[in-house]
Each structure stands twice: as structure tokens, then as C-alpha cells.
């Protein structure tokens, strides 16, 4: 799977915004952004947000962010177990 500018990632920011009780404008505040605009395009999944805001959208909402992009991580868990398996990697824990 690659992601590029045009791929369309489901997400769970709304629903966890929603149940954490915050609203849009308090969310795009404690992550630096001045206006909500950026965090609803996330929300309605026309942009993928990068590495530091998807980890600022965690820390602000208190939800990991595999939980957050819930089928993104599952698909790439899937491939990258796929792709261990194909070339032999074990995975060791010290």
C-alpha cells in the first residue's frame, strides 16, 4: 500500500473528539493550529495528517493513535507481517 496525496484514510477522530466532549475549535487549539479548518478535512478524511499532528491529535484527545487511524494501522500491521514472514525476519525482544 502506498499512500499518496489522493488516498482516503478512515479515521476516528470525529467519533473520539465527540465522545471526549471536545469541539473542533478546542481540538485545532491545543494542537497550534489557529483555526479548525486543517482538523476537519482530517475528520472528513480529504487529508491525511502528518507524524506530529497525528501525535498531537493523540495527546489532545488522550487516544492512541493507532486507535485514532484504526484501519490504516490494521492494513499496514497486515502488509508488514506479510512482508517479515516473506523474507524470514524474526523479531526478537531483549
Known sequence: MSLSAKTKCTNNLKE?????GLLLRDVAKMI?????????HFEKQ???PNLVNALKLS???KCPVEILFLDLFNQLRKETNA????HNIE???K
Open 59 to 61: 495527546a489532545a484527545m
Open 32 to 40: 497550534g493550529h489557529s483555526t479548525p479548518s486543517h482538523l476537519s
Open 46 to 48: 480529504r487529508k491525511l
Open 16 to 20: 473520539v473528539r465527540r465522545r471526549r
Open 83 to 86: 512482508k517479515r514472514q516473506k
Open 91 to 93: 523479531l526478537t525482544f
